[in-house]
């Protein structure tokens, strides 16, 4: 798994963690907005990483660990912000269970679980979230100006 990382002498901390069918640069609006002030760090999750083709996605479980091991051994404890959507908001869910790293905030933006329905129907749902996703990453940019001046992360944007 690659980790990108912006604004990494800044005191806060904030992880991103993106959703399925899109690759790590879903939140590329986002980092020139918290770079300035937050140290970002963004995991290209195996499976959705350009860097590291040949990888292929494990799971939610195995995937929380190994963001959570990276953490703690970059001496990185506690965040700020803790942010996933859909498969993203799924890792986010487990890492909180794991209680490995301490999170001050959380944002679980529509965390999935396993369906146990038939195969068709679920490739539907994978359409409509990608959809779902793909405008959210261009309405995305005002809900996250919202959060932030709100938790006072940003300075004025």
Request: aromatic residues 10%.
């Amino acid at each position: 798994m690659t980790i990108h990382e912006y604004g990494k002498s800044n005191a806060k901390t904030v992880v991103l963690v993106h959703p399925s069918v899109v690759m790590w640069d879903f939140f590329e609006y986002l980092i020139p907005l918290l770079e300035k002030d937050c140290h970002v760090i963004i995991p290209a999750l195996p499976g959705y990483d350009e860097n590291d083709s040949q990888q292929n996605f494990t799971s939610v479980e195995n995937i929380a660990g190994e963001l959570a091991e990276w953490l703690v051994k970059n001496k990185i404890t506690t965040i700020d912000v803790l942010y996933g959507c859909s498969m993203g908001g799924s890792i986010v869910l487990r890492m909180l269970a794991d209680k490995k790293i301490t999170v001050n905030n959380t944002i679980c933006d529509g965390g999935i679980t396993p369906y146990q329905i038939p195969w068709l129907l679920t490739r539907f749902i994978a359409v409509k979230d990608f959809l779902l996703i793909s405008m959210g990453k261009i309405g995305g940019f005002s809900f996250w100006k919202r959060c932030l001046q709100q938790m006072n992360i940003a300075r004025k944007i």
